[in-house]
């Protein structure tokens, strides 16, 4: 037994990553599965580019804390169409965003840019700019915090079909997510409440 408590504590990242699986595969057995929860459906996968992370010329240093702290953000290189409950949506080509916000030491076994990245691209552009973009290049008008966290979760479920993940990215999300709403709210980049 002891032996056991050392291995899960030398790979702690292991024991978390086999719990969250474990718990994962019961939830997944007595979930009730419903199918559509805000239909959300798009005609193709978004194209993207990568940023370039700029650690040249920043000394040693700063460019190895940029390197293990830093996040890659990516470019939206076409119009990104999508639907919500048969409402038509678009992310305008040139939106910069960095997917799901997953802490650095998770990123091995969850890509920001992976399972979460529909939510995570939909969600950041709502976080952006407190709405979301119509097809016709109208928006919604204002939406909270809350709401955009709700989309992103009822999105990755539809996408990705792992609802304990979701649930867990989604109250992350509400208990510390305040920080880069509030961020872009500072910057003025939220539209008018109505």
């Known amino acids: 037994m002891e032996m056991l408590l050392d291995l899960a504590m030398t790979f702690w990242q292991w024991t978390v990553l086999g719990v969250l699986v474990l718990i994962g595969f019961i939830v997944n057995k007595v979930d009730k599965k ?3 929860i805000i239909d959300f459906k798009y005609p193709r996968m978004p194209v993207m580019q990568p940023v370039p992370i700029a650690t040249k010329d920043k000394g040693f240093w700063k460019g190895i804390l940029m390197w293990l702290l830093g996040t890659r953000k990516w470019v939206i290189a076409k119009e990104f169409h999508y639907s919500i409950n048969g409402v ?3 992310v305008p080509a040139g ?3 960095d997917g799901a916000s997953v802490p650095k030491f998770l990123a091995t076994f969850l890509s920001p840019v992976g399972v979460l990245l529909m939510g995570g691209l939909v969600h950041d552009y709502g976080y952006k700019y407190a709405t979301l973009m119509k097809a016709d290049g109208t928006t919604i008008g204002y939406h909270d915090q809350k709401h955009m966290d709700g989309l992103f979760r009822d999105i990755c479920i539809e996408v990705n079909g792992f609802r304990v993940l979701n649930y867990l990215a989604y109250w992350s999300l ?3 997510g305040f920080v ?5 709210k500072k910057r003025g980049t939220h539209c008018e409440m109505a």
């Open 88 to 90: 038509d949506y678009k």
């Open 95 to 97: 939106f910069e965003f």
């Open 34 to 36: 419903e199918e559509k």
């Open 174 to 176: 509400r208990l510390a």
């Open 180 to 184: 880069a709403w509030n961020g872009h």
